[in-house]
């Protein structure tokens, strides 16, 4: 046993020149951007405030954050896929085998785990307390881990680029492929550690928002006045509960087989390989919902904001949500119809698939529902939900083919599943990412972004989208298999020739993105929402400035209705003055920040690269260093910090003033409308 | 805690278990629209929360070693387990559970003594209880029964292992909560932290009786 186990010279990529200069130039960019930030003596500030807050808001945009910049890095390995196949017809291209694989492996680990993931909980983190009401979640300090530990992941993952290789098996580590034996490297070891990592943040997570939701809401917020984006966040988070354990079990098992020659899934002493793929989609479809259903509640809030009326059918909505959650767990064979589960099973899955297109079909049709009637307004955000409500119709609807195991026997593996996944994925998922993103961006940050960038950046993606994927569901019908590094057959050649396209659209949709914002935050002083409320919104994270106190509330609302905040604007108008008088402000208590999260993770990628190296004495400093930081944490005994009473006043007086003005305006409007009608 | 024990008596909801804030106190349970629960509640549930997660952990533990079972690549079946040493094991952690109870009440009587006797013989016989299990452990790989040797032992191993594994993660975690008992008394957020603990300390038992059934006892009768 060496001091560093297997880790040599040979790790790094000194003879491939595209991994080398392209980690080298990440690096580079990242010690640029330190230096940058040092020299400008940002360091201190990020340090107190970003680095080590446990401020619901923060760890919310610091979550957006990571999924953005992953989302640039996965996305550069769909550009190097598309391009690999529009010029591998009968050639090998310019990715070897070996780097083709781990680049498809890549990234689908990253666009779920690191994208679509921080995407989802960053949005949660940011609103959900808002629009319950209160000053933070049940465990804020457990926050702050969940996200340095997800962000520890993503740095394993990208650390792979450099030193050794990512895993080449696909996003999910099928055995026996997966196992020693066919893969020696240390690919499937940076996989597994760096979702083990992740996964126990999300984990986290769960624990933490199943219990803000269910234990701590406003006064008079009952289950059914719960906005509908925390009702898909309970449901989505209640399946990280249930679901997260099992990943984390089925990787623990397919590792202890690595690494101490255990049998679970191997091809010899009795391993059982149909035991990984029954356990890792026990945790993989309930995982598409974890993803999608907090998408169905940003869409619910977004269409009912911008349509002016409350959603129609708000119960049914919960019912269709939470029998979403039940269900996800009872489809997770469709996954492998062809691997001889039998007649009868297949059918038993093939049927309770179909049935959960029922409840999503309820959803489509209470957002048209609500739409119906109402006053429409085509902003940035309604355009993201519109979209994704034709799109994902198809994506369900293949889905739902794909459901019949008949079809699936001839579809599974082709370039049309991969289509349908895309299908629901971009423009169910990250379509209601950016819903939510242009729709919260004012109450993160206190200013509107750029509609007009907005708009034609969401026209290039779905035009983009359509473009990249809709050919896919035509090769995948003409036989073309998922993961070809080349092919020789020439009727799939002009449609791959047309996806590549499409990355290319969808690339200027990016583009233009990034263009958004630099451009939005270069005429910040002119889009500032200075009530806090620039859309008309309905719910209660509309009630505070933009962007809200640390506290939330000066004064914990008391909701009496559905809809608290538009109930309140209605009352205002009616009686010519804000509805709550001010209230006698009192000192508030607020968790004082904490670098537990930064220092638990520091030490979770420590441990994890020498678990992936086999350093172990590291593995041990590791393991310590992280119980140290625990016993640290436990020991602290000023834990909260007092927010003076007259800071609380000067805060809210200021929104409150601004609201009044707000108001009056308002009603002057109203006025002069009524008068100059005949 | 004399407040709720007095309420125990006259026969309230001191914790509001059922619906909606019980009238004229001003304690909520976070059901309904009473408004947020007090930080006590607020702990324990996430620790539920939690402890169900790693119900589901063991679940998969358990499927594989019910589907593995017959996979013995020549080698033994369940016929191997020492039920002697399973029945003291099973001793040794429903005595430490009892004991673990017993620390709960000098907790609630605010007795330092006897929170750090009560919790000094839990960790002994969750030590003991560690103790016999390696033991058993090491006369299976003497015997050649490791569990690199067959799917079912690899199983076997792993589900076991994983809830001697808590166990020991659970005596360290008693160890910093009786120095953190001796170094600041019987601070509110001690308390939860307690509480946690606690319930950490009994589901492991529930998590035990689950494996001395489908292991041992099932086991035995499994050809």
Redesign the interface.
């Known amino acids: 046993m060496t001091l560093l186990g297997k880790l040599t010279w040979q790790a790094f990529p000194l003879r491939e020149p595209l991994p080398l200069f392209s980690g080298l130039g990440v690096f580079l960019i990242l010690i640029a951007i330190v230096l940058w930030t040092w020299r400008k003596g940002h360091i201190p500030y990020l340090w107190r405030e970003w680095i080590t807050s446990v401020d619901h808001k923060r760890i919310g945009i610091m979550y957006f954050m990571l999924g953005s910049v992953m989302l640039l890095r996965g996305f550069i390995d769909a550009i190097m896929m598309r391009s690999q196949q529009a010029v591998a017809y009968r050639s090998p291209g310019f990715l070897p085998p070996s780097h083709f694989d781990q680049v498809f492996s890549a990234h689908g680990t990253i666009m779920i785990f690191f994208v679509a993931m921080p995407f989802m909980i960053g949005l949660m983190n940011l609103i959900v307390p808002l629009q319950l009401g209160?000053r933070d979640v049940?465990?804020p300090t457990l926050n702050s881990v969940s996200f340095w530990l997800t962000a520890a992941g993503a740095l394993l993952v990208n650390l792979s680029l450099v030193v050794g290789q990512f895993d080449r098996t696909g996003w999910l580590p099928y055995p026996p492929l997966s196992e020693l034996r066919y893969s020696p490297g240390v690919g499937v070891d940076y996989y597994c550690w760096a979702i083990q990592i992740s996964g126990i943040g999300t984990?986290m997570t769960?624990?933490?928002f199943?219990?803000t939701i269910?234990?701590?809401?406003?006064?008079?917020?009952?289950?059914t006045?719960m906005p509908m984006f925390c009702w898909t966040a309970l449901a989505a988070n209640l399946l990280i509960?249930?679901?997260?354990?099992?990943l984390?079990?089925?990787l623990g098992?397919l590792l202890?087989d690595r690494y101490?020659?255990?049998?679970?899934f191997?091809d010899?002493?009795?391993?059982?390989s149909m035991?990984f793929m029954n356990?890792i989609w026990a945790w993989g479809h309930p995982e598409v919902y974890i993803l999608i259903l907090p998408a169905f509640g940003i869409f619910s809030e977004v269409v009912s904001t911008f349509s002016g009326k409350p959603l129609f059918g708000y119960r049914s909505m919960i019912y269709a949500t939470m029998a979403i959650c039940i269900i996800s767990f009872m489809v997770w064979l469709h996954h492998f119809f062809t691997m001889g589960a039998g007649a009868t099973v297949n059918s038993i899955f093939g049927i309770a698939s179909m049935i959960i297109a029922i409840p999503t079909g309820v959803k489509i049709f209470n957002w048209l529902f609500t739409m119906y009637g109402g006053t429409v307004r085509l902003t940035t955000p309604m355009l993201w939900a519109i979209g994704f409500m034709v799109s994902f119709a198809i994506g369900g609807m293949t889905g739902v083919l794909l459901a019949v195991p008949p079809a699936d026997f001839q579809l599974h593996n082709s370039l049309f599943l991969v289509a349908h996944f895309h299908n629901v994925i971009i423009a169910g998922v990250v379509f209601g990412a950016f819903a939510g993103y242009t729709y919260w961006f004012p109450k993160a940050f206190g200013f509107v972004l750029d509609e007009r960038l907005g708009k034609l950046a969401f026209w290039l993606w779905l035009v983009g989208f359509w473009v990249a994927w809709g050919p896919g569901y035509v090769v995948g019908l003409e036989g073309m298999t998922r993961r070809l590094q080349s092919y020789d057959v020439a009727e799939w050649r002009p449609w791959l020739l047309v996806m590549a396209a499409g990355v290319a659209i969808i690339l200027l949709g990016i583009l233009t993105q990034i263009a958004q914002i630099v451009v939005s935050v270069r005429t910040r002083e002119r889009r500032r929402d200075l009530t806090g409320d620039p859309w008309d919104g309905r719910n209660l994270e509309w009630a505070t400035s933009s962007p809200p106190p640390p506290f939330n509330f000066a004064a914990?609302p008391n909701?009496a209705d559905q809809e608290p905040y538009w109930d309140m604007k209605t009352r205002a108008r009616e009686i010519g003055q804000l509805v709550r008088p001010e209230p006698q402000y009192e000192a508030i208590l607020m968790p004082r920040n904490t670098p537990t999260g930064f220092v638990t993770a520091f030490f979770a990628v420590v441990t994890g690269f020498a678990l992936i190296w086999h350093i172990w004495w590291l593995v041990i400093l590791g393991l310590v260093g992280s119980?140290a930081t625990f016993?640290v944490f436990?020991?602290r005994?000023h834990?909260e910090e007092l927010i003076p009473a007259a800071e609380v006043a000067r805060l809210d007086r200021a929104n409150r003033a601004a609201r009044t003005t707000r108001l009056q305006e308002r009603m002057a409007e109203r006025q002069s409308e009524r008068e100059s009608r005949p | 805690m004399s407040a709720p024990s007095s309420a125990l008596r006259t026969g309230r909801d001191p914790y509001h278990l059922g619906h909606g804030p019980a009238t004229g106190v001003p304690e909520y349970?976070?059901h309904?629209?009473?408004?947020?629960?007090p930080k006590r509640?607020?702990v324990g549930?996430?620790f539920w929360?939690?402890i169900?997660?790693?119900v589901?952990?063991f679940s998969?533990?358990f499927?594989?070693y019910t589907?593995?079972i017959h996979?013995?690549?020549g080698g033994p079946g369940p016929g191997i387990f020492d039920l002697r040493n399973t029945a003291e094991e099973t001793a040794c952690l429903l005595l430490s559970s009892f004991c673990c109870g017993l620390a709960s009440l000098a907790v609630g009587r605010r007795s330092l003594l006897w929170t750090e006797v009560a919790l000094a013989v839990t960790g002994a016989f969750g030590l003991t209880f560690i103790v016999l299990e390696a033991h058993e452990f090491a006369g299976l790989v003497t015997r050649g029964y490791g569990?690199?040797?067959?799917?079912?032992l690899?199983?076997f191993?792993?589900l076991v292992g994983c809830h001697g594994a808590h166990v020991t993660a659970g005596l360290?975690w008693l160890g910093?909560m009786m120095a953190?008992f001796a170094?600041?008394g019987f601070k509110e957020?001690i308390r939860h932290?307690y509480l946690c603990f606690s319930l950490f300390w009994h589901a492991l038992d529930i998590i035990w009786i689950g494996i001395f059934t489908v292991v041992y006892l099932i086991g035995r009768t499994t050809p």
């Open positions: 209160v049940a465990f984990l769960g624990v933490n199943v219990t269910l234990k701590l809401r406003a006064p008079g917020m009952h289950y006045r509960v249930a679901a997260f354990p099992v984390t079990a089925t098992m202890l101490a020659g255990f049998h679970f191997t010899s002493a009795g391993g059982n035991l356990l914990l909701v119980y016993v436990a020991w005994d834990d | 349970t976070g309904g629209g009473g408004g947020p629960a509640i607020v549930y996430g929360i939690f169900l997660s790693d589901v952990l998969c533990f499927a594989a589907v593995l996979a013995r690549n569990p690199t040797h067959s799917a079912f690899t199983a191993f792993s360290l910093t953190q170094a600041k957020n932290r």
